[in-house]
């Protein structure tokens, strides 16, 4: 089985997650393939994927919301999961984003692909790497700054895609 482990994300938080995602999967005996959505020219070879991007004011980044909108058709058809990564500091969340779990414009394309899963990780934040605007921007906000991405929680959300194929193999 081949999948896709595709992503959108600015200053690389979001690819190392897809990249663990990838890893624990190619674990798994599954042909995988990682890349930005910026670099996927075809869907037709893959069997399942994982689409997911970086959060910027509340919503995905625009090359994965349109790397959606523009294969909706195509991922309907094959199981899909789909993540997405920014909130930071301590707990969960889907409590520090209030409930929110995914992008309320993407809500007809969500009904349309019916993914298997939708999961929210947390991401990182690294003043170094922002623009003078961003880092206001995160000072207005009083986003908590530093790494708080949970590698045991990307790494168990692989394993339980793995399960699910394994599952729906096992049921064909």
Request: hydrophobic fraction near 40%; charged fraction near 25%; proline fraction near 3%.
């Amino acid at each position: 089985m081949k999948l896709l482990v595709t992503y959108a994300s600015k200053y690389g938080s979001t690819a190392e997650i897809a990249e663990v995602i990838g890893e624990e999967l190619n674990k798994r005996h599954y042909e995988v393939e990682v890349k930005s959505v910026d670099d996927v020219n075809s869907l037709l070879e893959y069997d399942a994927f994982v689409v997911g991007s970086a959060l910027y004011a509340g919503g995905w980044m625009k090359s994965a919301a349109s790397f959606l909108r523009s294969n909706q058709e195509l991922l309907a058809g094959h199981p899909v999961w789909l993540f997405s990564s920014g909130p930071t500091g301590q707990g969960d969340p889907n409590e520090i984003m209030d409930g929110w779990t995914f992008p309320e414009d993407l809500k007809s394309v969500l009904d349309k692909i019916q993914p298997k899963d939708v999961i929210l990780f947390h991401g990182k934040i690294d003043p170094e790497r922002l623009s003078a605007t961003e880092r206001m921007i995160i000072k207005s906000v009083k986003a908590t700054v530093g790494d708080f991405r949970d590698w045991l929680v990307v790494r168990g959300w692989a394993r339980r895609i793995d399960l699910d194929l394994k599952a729906a193999a096992g049921a064909s």
